[in-house]
T-cell receptor, first 113, second 114 residues
Framework: ETGVTQTPRHLVMGMTNKKSLKCEQH?????MYWYKQSAKKPLELMFV???????ENNSVPSRFSPECPNSSHLFLHLHTLQPEDSALYLC????????????FGQGTRLTVV | DQQVKQNSPSLSVQEGRISILNCDYT??????FLWYKKYPAEGPTFLIS?????DKNEDGRFTVFLNKSAKHLSLHIVPSQPGDSAVYFC?????????????FGTGTRLTIIP
């Protein structure tokens, strides 16, 4: 149990679908992140939320829309995705001050068909 | 342009021997380095870290060495155990007043041979 929970674990969606990925952290952290892991590529940071405000958007296409309603929850809303968006999407959280290091969820394996 | 590089995609080591995983970085602003371990179907888990004010950090069987002049760090695992078989990611950050942002390498798959 890492303290960061992602649902669903697997998702298959068509290019015209709308779906959402959910992340919860029970560690009392005040920063949350979405990462994308594609095959044979480094983990790519997508979005950073600090104290529920988006502080970073790493040139992510608008078909990915994050939402952070409170410090414990983070969503990634997906719409009109492309097959190349198929990847493992990882949520992470950390404490802004103090020891550095992010705790990751188990990820959502997304397949776009 | 990859700022954190793990040039060995895979490594096989006999059980009981030392495993050495290497990582190079290019951004001189990086001042904190972390190693993560990832099993299949799981998210990465934090393993060990080192600040740029140190050149070595040890935690049980795991030791991380940092060579700032060479912009190189390595993770030593000794003795290696079958449960150490996983993908190891090196990550680096440049701390500032606010969020740290981790930049990851592509990972090295370590296989421990019984």
């Amino acid at each position: 149990e890492t303290g960061v929970t992602q649902t669903p674990r697997h998702l298959v969606m068509g290019m015209t679908n709308k779906k959402s990925l959910k992340c919860e952290q029970h560690l009392g952290h005040n920063a949350m992140y979405w990462y994308k892991q594609s095959a044979k590529k480094p983990l790519e940071l997508m979005f950073v939320y600090s104290l529920e405000e988006r502080v970073e958007n790493n040139s992510v296409p608008s078909r990915f829309s994050p939402e952070c309603p409170n410090s414990s929850h983070l969503f990634l809303h997906l719409h009109t995705l492309q097959p190349e968006d198929s990847a493992l999407y990882l949520c992470a959280s950390s404490q802004e001050t103090g020891p550095i290091g992010a705790f990751f969820g188990q990820g959502t394996r997304l397949t776009v068909v | 342009d990859q700022q954190v590089k793990q040039n060995s995609p895979s490594l096989s080591v006999q059980e009981g021997r030392i495993s050495i995983l290497n990582c190079d970085y290019t951004n001189s602003m990086f001042d904190y380095f972390l190693w993560y371990k990832k099993y299949p179907a799981e998210g990465p888990t934090f393993l060990i870290s080192i600040s740029s004010i140190k050149d070595k950090n040890e935690d049980g069987r795991f030791t991380v060495f940092l060579n700032k002049s060479a912009k190189h760090l390595s993770l030593h695992i000794v003795p290696s155990q079958p449960g150490d078989s996983a993908v190891y990611f090196c990550a680096a950050s440049a701390t500032n007043f606010g969020n740290e942002k981790l930049t990851f390498g592509t990972g090295t798959r370590l296989t421990i041979i019984p």
